[in-house]
């Protein structure tokens, strides 16, 4: 038996189909699977995507699908009788800061029936879920913990609502802190947020140079100290083309993430690069253990490069995830890089 999450599918069909596949889930019950939210907007298959996650939801027991606050703004438009030409503001920013039109369009050419049906399967959508594997306890939810367990008044209980769509965890947070219950959590798991973000602020904190790398890598998912977060950009897939360079980079780098709890292995899909060609470079994550200061041969030998790379061949392979060895002056850098390098022969 196996225990999957997957969040923030975004439109992408095909790619959500093609994970489903590549983890080999097993339709049979022996496999769980966890949706964090925001299955519309965005991708071109916003709807079609919606309504797929919501047969599984319905057919299969052991499909759970939470609430992401693309739902609650899809359903609260829904819900406010929205018409075109309205000037309801919460309605607009869904249309269009956060990219809902087109499934409006596609939910007004539903049968009413089927429209009825819709709102009231998103209004049931529960905001988390608690899972327990292999002695460990896992909170999910869209983006900030919610506690059912948890005594609140009724503006408490709101605004923790409106958190559990909404709210960025701060890197350091323990999602946890303000937790009184009798459940005793180990990790919580989450989307919302792409990933890209919090390996930014590491970046920021751990005095990594940043700056626009000529190449790409993937995203991947993140792991805090209390929490996972397992949204990779998929929204991104369909704006490769974008007029906006800095979405057109977040297209290259979008994935959809699979996270099984058993071992906590991680699963991605994406699409062929269209613009650049995709660097081979080890994964974020284990860049970032690198300690700062560590030798530049130290860092080369980690990296599986030959020692017999001049320095200028080894800042161009790390170009590519963003990571500059110079700190000071290059020319000074790259000789000691070479000094290093000339000394281990």
Same mark, same amino acid.
């Given at each position: 038996?196996?225990?999957?999450?997957?969040? *923030?599918? +975004?439109?992408?069909? /095909?790619?959500?189909?093609?994970?489903?596949?590549?983890?080999?889930?097993?339709? #049979?019950?022996?496999?769980?699977?966890?949706?964090?939210?925001?299955?519309?907007? =965005?991708?071109?298959?916003?709807?079609?995507?919606?309504?797929?996650?919501?047969?599984?939801?319905?057919?299969?027991?052991?499909? +759970?699908?939470?609430?992401?606050? %693309? @739902?609650?703004?899809?359903?609260?438009? !829904?819900?406010?009788?929205?018409?075109?030409?309205?000037?309801?503001?919460?309605?607009?920013?869904?249309?269009?800061?956060?990219?809902?039109?087109?499934?409006?369009?596609?939910?007004?050419?539903?049968?009413?029936?089927?429209?009825?049906?819709?709102?009231?399967?998103? +209004?049931?959508?529960p905001l988390s879920a608690t899972v327990k594997v292999e002695g460990r306890t896992y909170l999910l939810s869209h983006a900030y913990p919610y506690f059912y367990d948890q005594i609140e008044n009724e503006e408490e209980g709101l605004q923790k609502r409106v958190d559990a769509l909404w709210r960025r965890l701060m890197l350091h947070e323990d999602p946890f802190a303000d937790y009184h219950g009798e459940e005793n959590y180990t990790t919580f798991i989450c989307g919302h947020t792409i990933t890209d973000y919090y390996y930014g602020l590491v970046r920021f904190e751990? *005095? =990594?140079?940043?700056?626009?790398?000529?190449?790409?890598?993937?995203? %991947?998912?993140?792991?805090?100290?209390?929490?996972?977060? !397992?949204?990779?950009?998929?929204?991104?897939? #369909?704006?490769?083309? *974008?007029?906006?360079?800095? !979405? $057109?980079?977040?297209?290259?780098?979008? $994935?959809?993430?699979?996270?099984?709890?058993? /071992? @906590?292995? @991680?699963?991605?899909? %994406?699409?062929?690069?269209? %613009?650049?060609?995709?660097?081979?470079?080890?994964?974020?994550?284990?860049? $970032?253990?690198?300690?700062?200061? $560590?030798?530049?041969? @130290?860092?080369?030998? =980690?990296?599986?490069?030959?020692?017999?790379?001049?320095?200028?061949?080894?800042?161009?392979?790390?170009?590519?995830?963003?990571?500059?060895?110079?700190?000071?002056?290059?020319?000074?850098?790259?000789?000691?890089?070479?000094?290093?390098?000339?000394?281990?022969?």
């Amino acid at each position: 038996m196996a225990t999957y999450v997957i969040s *923030d599918i +975004h439109g992408a069909l /095909d790619e959500f189909r093609t994970l489903l596949k590549k983890i080999s889930f097993q339709y #049979d019950g022996t496999d769980e699977l966890y949706l964090l939210g925001d299955y519309c907007d =965005w991708g071109l298959k916003s709807l079609e995507t919606l309504l797929y996650v919501k047969e599984l939801d319905e057919t299969y027991p052991f499909v +759970h699908t939470l609430m992401g606050n %693309h @739902e609650l703004m899809f359903l609260t438009t !829904i819900l406010s009788g929205y018409k075109d030409g309205d000037e309801d503001v919460n309605a607009k920013n869904w249309l269009y800061a956060n990219k809902g039109l087109a499934t409006w369009k596609a939910y007004l050419q539903l049968p009413e029936e089927d429209k009825g049906a819709l709102a009231i399967w998103m +209004h049931g959508l529960p905001l988390s879920a608690t899972v327990k594997v292999e002695g460990r306890t896992y909170l999910l939810s869209h983006a900030y913990p919610y506690f059912y367990d948890q005594i609140e008044n009724e503006e408490e209980g709101l605004q923790k609502r409106v958190d559990a769509l909404w709210r960025r965890l701060m890197l350091h947070e323990d999602p946890f802190a303000d937790y009184h219950g009798e459940e005793n959590y180990t990790t919580f798991i989450c989307g919302h947020t792409i990933t890209d973000y919090y390996y930014g602020l590491v970046r920021f904190e751990r *005095d =990594w140079p940043y700056w626009k790398p000529t190449d790409y890598m993937r995203n %991947h998912i993140f792991r805090g100290e209390r929490f996972i977060d !397992i949204d990779c950009g998929a929204k991104c897939m #369909d704006y490769d083309y *974008d007029s906006r360079e800095l !979405i $057109q980079m977040a297209a290259l780098r979008a $994935q959809l993430a699979a996270l099984r709890l058993e /071992d @906590e292995k @991680e699963y991605y899909v %994406h699409r062929p690069p269209i %613009h650049i060609p995709e660097a081979n470079l080890p994964n974020l994550p284990n860049i $970032q253990d690198l300690a700062v200061g $560590q030798s530049f041969l @130290e860092i080369s030998k =980690w990296l599986g490069v030959p020692g017999r790379l001049s320095g200028e061949e080894l800042q161009k392979i790390l170009n590519r995830a963003g990571i500059s060895l110079f700190r000071g002056e290059k020319k000074d850098t790259i000789n000691n890089y070479d000094k290093e390098t000339d000394e281990e022969s």
